[in-house]
T-cell receptor, first 115, second 114 residues
Framework: DTGVSQDPRHKITKRGQNVTFRCDPI?????LYWYRQTLGQGPEFLTY????????KSRLLSDRFSAERPKGSFSTLEIQRTEQGDSAMYLC?????????????FGPGTRLTVL | AQSVTQLDSQVPVFEEAPVELRCNYSSSVSVYLFWYVQYPNQGLQLLLKYLSGSTLVESINGFEAEFNKSQTSFHLRKPSVHISDTAEYFC????????????FGTGTRLTIIP
């Protein structure tokens, strides 16, 4: 068990560019979550997957955001035409399904800075 | 929908002194409660959780939290803090009706003064 990993750890981009982040969950976890954390705030839910199916999306996830988990393993989060307001820490978490009280294990996050 | 309030954004405490980090929640349904800790430059780690049973839950590093349903609170306490406890602490809830997402408070930054 190597934990949840995220890549890259840091990303600096110019406004209007597209960015893509990757999350590798713990191997036996079939649920994967994305959260966004802005300065001075707690993490906010964006979306989650059970295997390859995207089951819920927050209203925070505008049309410029898309997430995939093509084979039920790793996931990608893409932001198109980035805006300065997209600057945040993007967190990924995973857990097993079936028991709502199971712990969500978090990755170290990807810090996005949009100039 | 659920919400979590952490009124104290920063708490400075002298080393070996006691500390309490406050957390209040609002929900129309029953919830599970969590405290997560984020050490500098690290990801979130689960500190402790309340699911059912005893309202007092403890962590392995000396923290405890008590679920108070009437006051809708889940305050975190430690009788004697150490430098290594310096971190940001987040209170969070999950509805036990199948809604999987964690709803977090805004966090409390605990700073230990030597």
């Amino acid at each position: 068990d190597t934990g949840v990993s995220q890549d890259p750890r840091h990303k600096i981009t110019k406004r209007g560019q597209n960015v893509t982040f990757r999350c590798d969950p713990i191997s036996e976890h079939n649920r994967l979550y994305w959260y966004r954390q802005t300065l001075g705030q707690g993490p906010e839910f964006l979306t989650y997957f059970q295997n390859e199916a995207q089951l819920e999306k927050s209203r925070l996830l505008s049309d410029r955001f898309s997430a995939e988990r093509p084979k039920g393993s790793f996931s990608t989060l893409e932001i198109q035409r980035t805006e300065q307001g997209d600057s945040a820490m993007y967190l990924c978490a995973s857990k097993t399904s079936g028991r709502i009280n199971n712990e969500q294990f978090f990755g170290p996050g990807t810090r996005l800075t949009v100039l | 929908a659920q919400s979590v309030t952490q009124l104290d954004s920063q708490v400075p405490v002298f080393e070996e002194a006691p500390v309490e980090l406050r957390c209040n929640y609002s929900s129309s349904v029953s919830v599970y409660l969590f405290w997560y800790v984020q050490y500098p430059n690290q990801g979130l780690q689960l500190l402790l959780k309340y699911l059912s049973g005893s309202t007092l839950v403890e962590s392995i590093n000396g923290f405890e939290a008590e679920f108070n349903k009437s006051q809708t609170s889940f305050h975190l306490r430690k009788p004697s803090v150490h430098i290594s406890d310096t971190a940001e602490y987040f209170c969070a809830v999950i509805s036990n009706f199948g809604n999987e997402k964690l709803t977090f408070g805004t966090g409390t930054r605990l700073t230990i003064i030597p």
